[in-house]
C-alpha cells in the first residue's frame, strides 16, 4: 500500500511570491492535515480537511488556505510568502474513525528567500 | 485547551542503556495519545499509540509507554538503545474531535557507542 505522498519535496520561492504544496493521502484515507514544523515554533497544526469540507482550523493568517478534492488529495496554498513562512510542511492522512492514527508524508521543505 | 510538555529538549544515553524520554499533557477529555519519531530530512513515524484499555502500550522497535492518568504522563521507554534511535522524538495528543494533534517541542535522542 502506498504511504502519504507529498510534492514537490523541495521549493525555493520569493517574498511575495505564492505558492501550492499537493498531498495524496493513502488509498482509503479521507482525512488529510496539514503541520508546519520551524525549529523555532516546533509542529504546528495548520488545517484539516475531511470529505472536500475543512474540518479544524489552526491558528495562521489567512494567507495559508487548503482545499481538498473528491480523489481526497489535498493542496495547500500560501499567498504573499514572507521569509517566516521558510519551514517543513507535512501533511497526514487518516481514516477518520475514533481509534486511528494519523500516516505522515516525508514533508515539503519551502525555503523562502 | 489541549498541550503537552515534553522534558529534556535533548538527551543523551550510551548504547545499550536504558532510554526514558518524558510527556506530560494536559486535556479536559479522555486523551489519545501518540509517540512519533523523526529521523533527519523525513516525515513522522508513529511509534505507538494509547487511545482506551491497556495503559502499558507496546510499539516498533522496542519501544513502549505507560499512560499514568494520575500523572497525566505518557513516557516513552526502552530498555537498551541502539544507535539507530537516534532521532527526534515527538510526544501528540489528539482532538478528539477531529484528527487535529497537538504536538510537544520535541526530543532529541543521542547514542553515544
Known amino acids: 500500500k502506498a504511504g502519504v505522498t507529498q510534492t514537490p519535496r523541495y521549493l525555493i520561492k520569493t517574498r511575495g511570491q505564492q505558492v501550492t504544496l499537493s498531498c495524496s493521502p493513502i488509498?482509503?484515507?479521507?482525512?488529510v492535515s496539514w503541520y508546519q514544523q520551524t525549529p523555532g515554533q516546533g509542529l504546528q497544526f495548520l488545517f484539516e480537511y475531511f470529505s472536500e469540507t475543512q474540518r479544524n482550523k489552526g491558528n495562521f493568517p489567512g494567507r495559508f488556505s487548503g482545499r481538498q478534492f473528491s480523489n481526497s488529495r489535498s493542496e495547500m496554498n500560501v499567498s504573499t510568502l514572507e521569509l517566516g513562512d521558510s519551514a517543513l510542511y507535512l501533511c497526514?492522512?487518516?481514516?477518520?474513525?475514533?481509534?486511528?492514527?494519523?500516516?505522515f508524508g516525508q514533508g515539503t521543505r519551502l525555503t523562502v528567500v | 485547551a489541549q498541550s503537552v510538555t515534553q522534558l529534556g529538549s535533548h538527551v543523551s544515553v550510551s548504547e545499550g542503556a536504558l532510554v526514558l524520554l518524558r510527556c506530560n499533557y494536559s486535556?479536559?477529555?479522555?486523551?489519545?495519545l501518540f509517540w512519533y519519531v523523526q529521523y533527519p530530512n523525513q516525515g513522522l513515524q508513529l511509534l505507538l499509540k494509547y487511545t482506551t484499555g491497556a495503559t502499558l502500550v507496546k510499539g516498533i522497535n522496542g519501544f513502549e509507554a505507560e499512560f499514568k492518568k494520575s500523572e497525566t504522563s505518557f513516557h516513552l521507554t526502552k530498555p537498551s538503545a541502539h544507535m539507530s534511535d537516534a532521532a527526534e522524538y515527538f510526544c501528540?495528543?489528539?482532538?478528539?474531535?477531529?484528527?487535529?494533534?497537538?504536538f510537544g517541542g520535541g526530543t532529541r535522542l543521542m547514542v553515544k557507542p
Open positions: 497526514a492522512s487518516s481514516l477518520s474513525s475514533a481509534n486511528t492514527e494519523a500516516f
Open positions: 486535556s479536559s477529555v479522555p486523551p489519545y
Open positions: 501528540a495528543v489528539r482532538n478528539n474531535a477531529g484528527n487535529m494533534l497537538t
Open positions: 488509498s482509503g484515507h479521507r482525512s
